[in-house]
């Protein structure tokens, strides 16, 4: 099955399970930000929302 037939919720959880990625969760209507070295103001948003750090 190609990579391209899984759904996004199918892939982050797989994902999630692995070695060397961090999950950061936020609940419907929590507000958060964020930063990167580029963008001095960051992204805003407001959950539901998951975010992957994968630093394999």
């Known amino acids: 099955m190609e990579l391209s037939q ?10 999630s399970r692995r070695e060397g990625v961090r999950v950061v969760k ?5 507000p ?3 930063w ?3 963008n001095d103001e960051g992204i805003k ?3 539901p929302a998951t975010i992957l750090i994968n630093q394999d």
């Open 6 to 15: 899984y759904s996004t919720k199918e892939l982050s959880e797989e994902l």
């Open 26 to 30: 936020f609940d419907p209507h929590e």
């Open 32 to 34: 958060f930000r964020v």
């Open 36 to 38: 990167d070295d580029t």
């Open 45 to 47: 948003c407001t959950g």
